[in-house]
């Protein structure tokens, strides 16, 4: 390689014998017989681009493999015939600008602009590949620009800027975004107060892995790790602890402040049921400070109120002469500590 010509003679190192290296033979078979023109039996096409053989010499229409085979693409057919095939011949006496290349090859240019074969490993001093086409351990991709990944309907779905902030988008809308000081907004965009880290736009679904009163399914902790806030499994809940002080389904460890939405004696505040299933109201706490049991009674009657139910409920007593200032003349002995 490279072929420089074609011959119809036999050459001997004597004899000046006829060369093209250029243009038609005709008179050829150019059929699937196998024959020194065509040693593998190919069946060729008028158009047909063939390429010298590099395993049975002859001319082949199937381009040659191999990651150092020259390839030199020598001729075309013109007319497919037993007797008078035709071939154009052009190309000769040199092979393709580059060859095939092996696997995980790469052609560089060099310093003089002439390409070199290196292999991927060697790329930028450390591939970020291994031979699986994996990233390997230690290997990164330094990209200093914005990167930019687009859908199929040319809309953006992920943007990483080169100041690391990124964004995630479906459909031209902006789904999500990290900022470069760490915040995230997930279903939309923005951060809502500041000091929210982490923003929820849209409805938020929590599943946890069991059912059970020890299953953790959800847990807000303060900067030193102890939990504030515990959903369980069964949906019981801790709020301002991590335990359960006895068998209650809602724990509410530390001072607790209810907030009305007015101060009218007519709206209630809080209210207290009882366990049947159809639920009785036995405390109404009202937004002017009126205390109401059940029935409903005045704060004026509550005293009386206290006392007549203190034999199915334990009232204490430091609680209910606290709760208003008409109560504070309680005696200690009307009411079951």
């Known amino acids: 390689m490279p072929v420089i010509g074609f011959t119809a003679e036999p050459l001997n190192d004597t004899d000046s014998k006829h060369l093209t290296t250029f243009g038609k033979l005709t008179g050829m078979d150019t059929t699937s017989t196998v024959s020194t023109l065509n040693p593998n039996g190919e069946t060729w096409a008028v158009n047909d681009a063939l390429y010298m053989s590099t395993t049975a010499g002859g001319l082949t229409k199937v381009r040659p493999t191999g990651g150092t085979t020259l390839i030199q693409r020598i001729a075309k057919v ?22 095939n290349l092996g696997t995980d090859k790469l052609w560089i240019g060099d310093a003089n602009g002439i390409p070199q074969k290196v292999d991927k490993s060697t790329i ?12 390997g351990s230690g290997r990164k991709l330094t990209i200093t620009d914005n990167v930019t990944i687009v859908g199929s309907s040319s809309n953006n779905v992920l943007n990483i800027a080169n100041n690391g902030e990124m964004q995630f988008s479906a459909g031209g809308n902006m789904y999500g975004k990290m900022f470069t000081n760490g915040d995230w907004a997930l279903g939309g965009n923005t951060i809502i107060g500041v000091q929210a880290g982490i923003t929820l736009h849209r409805n938020t679904l929590v599943k946890g892995e069991g059912t059970g009163s020890a299953d953790n399914l959800f847990q807000v902790l303060n900067s030193t790790n102890n939990a504030q806030f515990k959903i369980f499994g069964n949906g019981s809940i801790i709020l301002g602890g991590t335990s359960f002080k006895g068998s209650e389904k809602i724990s509410i460890q530390g001072r607790t402040g209810v907030f009305g939405a007015d101060t009218w004696s ?8 009882d366990g049947d299933t159809t639920p009785t109201k036995l405390w109404d706490f009202r937004n002017n400070g009126d205390l109401i049991g059940s029935g409903p009674r005045k704060k004026n009657t509550i005293v009386k109120d206290v006392y007549n139910y203190k034999t199915n409920h334990s009232i204490v007593v430091n609680f209910i002469t606290n709760l208003r200032p008409e109560l504070s003349t309680l005696q200690r002995g009307n009411v079951e500590k």
């Open 266 to 273: 007519t709206s209630t505040a809080f209210e207290i049921y």
């Open 78 to 99: 013109l007319k497919v015939d037993a007797t008078g095939g035709q071939i154009f011949v052009f190309n000769t006496a040199r092979t393709a600008g580059l060859p």
């Open 124 to 135: 930028g001093g450390a591939s970020i590949y291994t031979a699986d086409d994996t990233i």
